[in-house]
């Protein structure tokens, strides 16, 4: 496996179940983010950890709980969420945390499209 | 405020031609950077080209060229020879300074036809 990978790449839950977004990154980068995509609206940035520290919680509800155990994995947790998080959820990952120019691009991994019934 | 802006939601082109897709932003900061992105129906972003507020040509990649025109604070993508794998959604994205943050705007969807 290289780059970004993300399972399940299809996800279809009710709104009491309890399911985990896995992303893992090959790339050795030391950040990664978890970004939401829903229809007609731009990227909204989620979480961001740093060598496995959080940095980022942009005001997101706590029906979503992120986890990265390590700095090549990044687990993104849902409980009792609502049909309005129905969306492409898109992990990322660089080789460090902020940085100019091209340097600290961000890979994304192919995303898991999430249906909440 | 809208730090990116895509006017165009969608966009045909022919095959072979070259399209122009808009992209305006809005920033205080001397710095920063501003990134296309390609999305397939897969899903998957994949970086196209960048360029750096201080670089002086417009960056080149491939069939990508960025048309920079700093005092209008606009980095218009231009495909060149379109192909049928060309159809997808491109982003225009922004980092400011030396933050981690990449600011996306809405999207334009191309579609190419035969």
């Known amino acids: 496996e290289t780059g970004v990978t993300q399972t399940p790449r299809h996800l279809v839950m009710g709104m009491t179940n309890k399911k985990s977004l896995k992303c893992e990154q090959h790339?050795?980068?030391?950040?990664m983010y978890w970004y939401k995509q829903s229809a007609k609206k731009p990227l909204e940035l989620m979480f961001v950890?740093?060598?496995?520290?959080?940095?980022e919680n942009n005001s997101v509800p706590s029906r979503f709980s992120p986890e990265c155990p390590n700095s090549s994995h990044l687990f993104l947790h849902l409980h009792t969420l609502q049909p309005e998080d129905s969306a492409l959820y898109l992990c990322a990952s660089s080789q460090e945390l902020g940085g100019s120019g091209r340097y600290n691009e961000q890979f994304f991994g192919p995303g898991t499209r999430l249906t909440v019934l | 405020a809208q730090k990116i802006t895509q006017t165009q939601p969608g966009m045909f082109v022919q095959e072979k031609e070259a399209v122009t897709l808009d992209c305006t932003y809005d920033t205080s900061d001397p710095s920063y950077g501003l990134f296309w992105y390609k999305q397939p129906s897969s899903g998957e972003m994949i970086f196209l080209i960048y360029?750096?507020?201080?670089?002086?040509q417009n960056a080149t990649e491939g069939r990508y060229s960025l048309n920079f025109q700093k005092a209008r604070k606009s980095a218009n993508l231009v495909i060149s020879a379109s192909q049928l794998g060309d159809s997808a959604m491109y982003f225009c994205a922004m980092r400011e300074g030396r933050d981690y943050k990449l600011s996306f705007g809405a999207g334009t969807t191309v579609t190419v036809r035969a």
């Open positions: 360029q750096g507020s201080y670089d002086q």
């Open positions: 790339l050795g980068h030391n950040a």
């Open positions: 950890y740093s060598l496995e520290e959080r940095v």
